[in-house]
């Protein structure tokens, strides 16, 4: 399973989204901080779920960064993110 999956199944489990784009970008960032070959070190996240409906910004970026708490201290180096609920899509 590519981290891009395991990232994937981490978020639809806990949060049920109505959309989920999951992007390595990690080839743009060979040569720098955290940039490992074979890439799966640098994330963009597209995510919106009625479970982020009413919360601030930083709520819904702490709530995604908490799910992914294992990756985020393990190989993921970098983890850009555009988060909200369904009502704002």
Known sequence: MTMADTIRTKLVAAFAPARLDVIDESHH???HSGWREGGETHFRVVIRADAF???SRVARQRAVNAALREELAGSVHA???DVDGTAAA
């Open 29 to 31: 960032h060979h040569g």
């Open 53 to 55: 409906n009413g919360q």
């Open 79 to 81: 983890l850009a993110l």
